[in-house]
Every structure is written in structure tokens, then in C-alpha cells.
């Protein structure tokens, strides 16, 4: 029978988490999933819900949004700060599974559980996220972009936890956007997701990043769609990044979706998601 | 381990392992409102409110809930009466087996001030293998306005469109 722990500091989090044959619970919409499924037996459970300090989102005094990696999805986009500075972020947070999900599921489980298909990832990739991590070894960043590491697999080490997502301050004139493709229930994962962020001064896209969730073994940005988007794009660009998102993914035959198709819409969404950039008013 | 909470307005107790969920500590109680449809938090049967948030709890440990304030399908028909009477109105039911989901979805959607979406986005994560959303729509859609008011504080605050 295993042992159920939920310390209130981040500290005594660790030390919990150090027994042989502990994990660490979010909101539990991951990880009971894999425990009832066979998948995972663990002799210890460290609830993470009763840490104050990981649900917390503040405002850092260089503009940073610094979100606790213990925020449920639900108050991730209903929070203020998210709207206001990240409207993307929130928006995609509120189409995450359902509301059930939503009040309970953790944006740090969400991200450590790894599962390709996860919303966020893509949206905060594009919004040049890092994390804080800690573990028996002391706290240290990482940015995102290097987090995933394989399939379902992450660069955590054994004994570690996210902390926190940091996201810097919006750039004058960016505009980011994030389109999730689900031709089933729309509270389904997506069959792919797209997200993008442009930075536009004097008509000039000064920087620009595209991301992929759902297209491959683990969300990424692709740099070529990026590159292919600066200066001043016109449809031949779109189509470039397009492309170049099409080609970036390595998607599997599923229920959602032959290979063949996820790469065709891959590459359809994201026509959709840049000229919606350029010519609509999204953020 | 033990672990109090509050269930229906009454104090709860149950002793249970780390990992058992709600749903299982309730239907073992005899409290069979709560279904188990998917078992994986997708299709709704067995959504319950804990503090206020509907939560699915096939997959909702115990422990989770101490001190948290619960309430099922059972404890909602009592103190959500105008919201039965909708759905018996609009007959947004057939074979009823994701009526109790549904109605605790509904109740959920009614005392929240600024929910994501319409009445049909918000309803996207309870399923209806009858296909009977559109009187299940009907009945919320009557019931917003009418039970908005009866939660404090809260008037006009349905904002589902």
C-alpha cells in the first residue's frame, strides 16, 4: 500500500520525494491514468497541492511573468497577470481537456508529464519560456526549448520537481496565437496544435518563432518556419513555414489521425495561424 | 489513512489507501448517483463539485479532498431543485445514465461568474451517448438566468451567451 505524503514546502517536498519509489501528484489527470492503467505502481505519492509557494503567479521586477508550476490550468487563464501580459497563454489553458480537468490539472504536471500532444508546451515555447526546477542538488533553469528530451521523456533528474515557468516580459509589438485542430470532441487532445509569435515593428517582422504540439514524439519549435517569416512576409513566406513546419513533423497513426493526414493539417493550420498573425486581429 | 471532508453539506469521514479515488469511496458507500462511465476523465459520468470546481472522480485521490467541500449529483438534486425541474421540463434525459454528470456540469457552470465559452463548450467534456444535447442545451439555457439568481452576490453572473 503505498504512502501518501503532502508537505507544504517545496523543501520537505524534496526530502519526500528522495524514498525509493516516490512520485510526485499534480492534479492527478495524468498520473492516476497511468496508475490505473497497470502502468505505475508507486510506493509513495508526494501530493504537491498543499505547497503554497508553487501556486502562486507574480510579476517579477524585470516584467517577467513568473507562474508556479503548482497552478491549475482553471486559475492559470482566469489569472489576471495571464490575461493582461499573455493572452495567448490563457486562452489555450481554457481549452485544455474539460473544466474538470482544467480545476485540477497542474501547468507543471502538464509539462512534466510530457505527453506530446499537450497544449501548452507549443504555446510557451513560441513565448520563450524557461523553467525553474529544484531538487537534491539545489534550483536551476532550463529553458523549454531543451526540456523535452524524447518521447514522454524530459530532462529532469531523479528527485526533481518544476518549481515555476518564467516567461519574459512581451516585446513591443508582438502578437502570438495559438489553433489546436480537433475534428472529434472539442475537448479532445489535438490532432495537431500550432503556435506562433511575431514580433512586428515598422511592418517589419523583427522576430518571429512557430511551434509544433501534437506533430511529433515532443512539442517543438521549428526555426525554419521562424526564419521564413521575417522581413515582410507575404503569402510565398507562409507557405515556406508552412512547409517547413510539414516537414518538421514526425507524426504517429492513430485515431486522430493517419500520419500523412496530421502532416497535411500540420501544414494547413499553419497557414491559417500565420495569415490570422498578419492580417486578423489576434494578439 | 483517514481523511475528513465535507460531503452534501455533511461531514464525511472515510478511511481509505494513497491512491483510491472518489468515485470508488462513494459507490462503495452506496452513493451509486456518481457513474462510472470512461474511468479516464474524459466522458463526464462520474464529474462531482469539490470546493466548487467540477472535477472528474475516477481520478481524484482521496487524500486530495481532505477538508474540501463535496458535493454530488445526490446533494445537488436537493439543493439545485430549479435545475431538476429544467431538465424534466425539457426531458434532457433518455437513458440517464450521464443525467447526474450533466447535472452536476450544470450546477458548475451556474455559480461560475466567467466560464470559458458557451453553454455547448462548457457541456464539450460530458458526454450523451443518446445524442441528447440539444433539450440538455434547452434546460440550461432556461435555468441560467433563473438559477443565477438564487446564488448571492452572483446575479447576471451566468456570462455564458
Known sequence: MAEFHSPATVSQALADLGAEGAVALGGGTALMILVKSGLLEPERVVWLGRIPELRQITVRGDGALVIGAGVRLADLWRSPETVSRYAVLAEAASQVGNPRVQAVATLGGHLAHADPRQDLAPVLLVLGASLLAAGPAGTRSLPLAGFYTGFMSTALQAGEILTAVILPPPPPGCRAAYLRFTPGSASDYPTVGVAASLVVRDRQVVEAAVALGAGAAWPQLVPEAGRAMFGAPGQDAIAAAADAVAAAADPSHDQRGSAAYKRDMARLWTQRLLSRLLHGGDR | ?161
Open chain 2, 1 to 161: 489513512m483517514i481523511v475528513h471532508f465535507t460531503l452534501n453539506g455533511d461531514p464525511f469521514e472515510a478511511d481509505v489507501e494513497a491512491l483510491t479515488v472518489l468515485l470508488d469511496l462513494l459507490r462503495g458507500r452506496g452513493m451509486t448517483g456518481t457513474k462510472e462511465g470512461c474511468g479516464v476523465g474524459v466522458c463526464g459520468a462520474c464529474a462531482v463539485l469539490v470546493d466548487g470546481s467540477p472535477v472528474s472522480s475516477c481520478l481524484m485521490p482521496v487524500p486530495c479532498c481532505g477538508g474540501a467541500d463535496v458535493w454530488t449529483a445526490e446533494g445537488l438534486a436537493r439543493r439545485e431543485p430549479a435545475l431538476v425541474d429544467a431538465f424534466l421540463e425539457h426531458e434532457a434525459l433518455q437513458c440517464g445514465a450521464c443525467t447526474p454528470g450533466q447535472l452536476v456540469a450544470a450546477a458548475a457552470l451556474i455559480a461560475d461568474p466567467a466560464p470559458a465559452g458557451d453553454i455547448r463548450r462548457y457541456l464539450a467534456g460530458n458526454l450523451c451517448r443518446c445524442t441528447g444535447y440539444a433539450p440538455i442545451v434547452a434546460a440550461l439555457e432556461k435555468s441560467l438566468p433563473r438559477a443565477v439568481e438564487r446564488v448571492p452576490g452572483e446575479a447576471g453572473g451566468g456570462g455564458s451567451g
